[in-house]
T-cell receptor, first 115, second 118 residues
Framework: DAGVIQSPRHEVTEMGQEVTLRCKPI?????LFWYRQTMMRGLELLIY????????DSGMPEDRFSAKMPNASFSTLKIQPSEPRDSAVYFC?????????????FGDGTRLSIL | AQTVTQSQPEMSVQEAETVTLSCTYD???????LFWYKQPPSRQMILVIR??????QNATENRFSVNFQKAAKSFSLKISDSQLGDTAMYFC???????????????FGTGTRLTVIP
């Protein structure tokens, strides 16, 4: 089975540009998570969805960040305008719940560099 | 709030030897899960092992096992017969039991960089 698929794998862009990161969760998973990994702050949750609905976005750093999940098989994380401090690795993860919590499965991440 | 602490930023072990990575956590929850994830240089986050807090028996997965001490809030990972492919960052993570509401997010430690020496 295919795992969580993220694109692009690397993104380099200039400050002020819009950045869109994409994620396809594992088929059948109804939870989707966006995490950010930096040297300073480690791994931290940005937002998560259940059945395409955002449940907790308290980790989204500011209004420049937005996330959507238009259907069960696709989600985007958008940064507009981007800033150098947004440089990080962004992970998408998915899981499901069937009367019992299941572990999250991660994509390979997108390394974002804002110049 | 939940916190996860990994006090060993870096460790090394000789190939075929055994190494233990430490993790402690702080929570007021009674039902929760603990995980170890491995992140090799390829950057993937790979689930290594999980432990449910209500289970007294320590989880094992082949060469990987945990020592779960609930009262002490300790959750160490033991890697036996270390292999070169075990070289990676290892993250300890905590997740509350969500009940009927569904999934909760993971709280991660800062990681331990493990190097297996040939």
């Amino acid at each position: 089975d295919a795992g969580v698929i993220q694109s692009p794998r690397h993104e380099v862009t200039e400050m002020g540009q819009e950045v869109t990161l994409r994620c396809k969760p594992i088929s059948g998973h109804d939870y989707l998570f966006w995490y950010r990994q930096t040297m300073m702050r480690g791994l931290e949750l940005l937002i998560y969805f259940n059945n395409n609905v955002p449940i907790d976005d308290s980790g989204m750093p500011e209004d420049r960040f937005s996330a959507k999940m238009p259907n069960a098989s696709f989600s985007t994380l958008k940064i507009q305008p981007s800033e150098p401090r947004d440089s990080a690795v962004y992970f998408c993860a998915s899981s499901f719940f069937r009367g019992r919590d299941q572990p999250q499965h991660f994509g390979d991440g997108t390394r974002l560099s804002i110049l | 709030a939940q916190t996860v602490t990994q006090s060993q930023p870096e460790m090394s072990v000789q190939e075929a030897e055994t190494v233990t990575l430490s993790c402690t956590y702080d929570t007021s929850e009674n039902n929760y899960y603990l995980f170890w994830y491995k992140q090799p240089p390829s950057r993937q986050m790979i689930l290594v092992i999980r432990q449910e807090a209500y289970k007294q028996q320590n989880a094992t997965e082949n060469r990987f096992s945990v020592n779960f001490q609930k009262a002490a809030k300790s959750f160490s990972l033991k890697i036996s017969d270390s292999q070169l492919g075990d070289t990676a960052m290892y993250f300890c993570a905590f997740m509350k039991q969500s009940g009927e509401a569904g999934a909760n997010n993971l709280f991660f430690g800062t990681g331990t960089r493990l190097t297996v020496i040939p």
